[in-house]
């Protein structure tokens, strides 16, 4: 399977700051997904980063507060914006093939906290 | 909407103290089951794909089942080392064809 890489792999910010996280892919992959996993839950779909085009953002979650660039086939960044402690959580990248059910893969997370 | 339940919450076993763990999910059409392991400060770890009723997969001491509303993880003499959160996920056809709705795991601890 692909190896993913998360950078950073966790950050304190203040609050009102943005942080933008990046995710490389050693290969070329069709589908990318930005998740978030507050502490002690379990794992929610940010959006889609969808290569040459906008995100698809999820019920809840809206550009402007997580916009999403993909560039290219290996790469991605998610920016979180205008901070707050609500905001402190892991962020994970996840990848997956061409075909329909197929398995995704995992980053090991970007764990942020906000002060 | 599709729902993914996972119970026990927790569950601690003694070394080769053999246990299931279950995940029953709601969803209209399913395309596929998925069960990670998920260790402490890391990503979840792929390892199993259901697809229909009946399935069963096998990875040394984990072997999952599926019937058409439950998945069990059944854990065979588990070791220290299997200690983690253990994940299951479902694909619906709702929403984006690669959405996956996870639950909220169960954390598994194994005592020497």
């Known amino acids: 399977s692909a190896v993913i890489s998360q950078k950073p792999s966790r950050d304190i910010c203040q609050r009102g700051t943005s942080l933008t996280i990046q995710c490389q892919v050693d290969?070329?992959?069709?589908?990318m997904f930005w998740y978030r996993q507050q502490p002690g839950q379990s794992l929610t779909l940010i959006a889609t980063?969808?290569?040459?085009?906008?995100?698809?953002?999820e019920s809840g979650f809206v550009i402007d507060k997580f916009p999403i660039s993909r560039p290219n086939l290996t790469f991605s960044t998610l920016t979180v914006s205008n901070m707050s402690p609500e905001d402190s959580s892991i962020y994970l990248c996840?990848?997956?093939?061409?075909?329909?059910?197929?398995?995704?893969?995992f980053g090991d997370g970007t764990r942020l906290s906000i002060l | 909407e599709d729902q993914v339940t996972q119970s026990p919450e927790a569950l601690r076993l003694q070394e080769g103290e053999s246990s299931s763990l279950n995940c029953s999910y709601t969803?209209?059409?399913?395309?596929?089951l998925f069960w990670y392991r998920q260790d402490p400060g890391k990503g979840p770890e792929f390892l199993f794909t259901?697809?229909?009723a009946g399935e069963e997969k096998e990875k040394e001491r984990l072997k999952a089942t599926l019937t058409k509303k439950e998945s069990f993880l059944h854990i065979t003499a588990p070791k220290p080392e299997d200690s983690a959160t253990y994940l299951c996920?479902?694909?619906?056809?709702?929403?984006?064809?690669?959405?996956?709705?996870f639950g909220s795991g169960t954390q598994l601890t194994v005592l020497p």
């Open positions: 996840s990848v997956t093939g061409g075909k329909d059910n197929q398995p995704q893969h």
């Open positions: 290969s070329q992959v069709t589908m």
């Open positions: 980063a969808n290569q040459g085009s906008e995100a698809t953002y």
């Open positions: 969803v209209s059409g399913l395309r596929g």
């Open positions: 259901l697809y229909s």
């Open positions: 996920a479902v694909q619906g056809p709702s929403g984006s064809a690669r959405q996956l709705t």
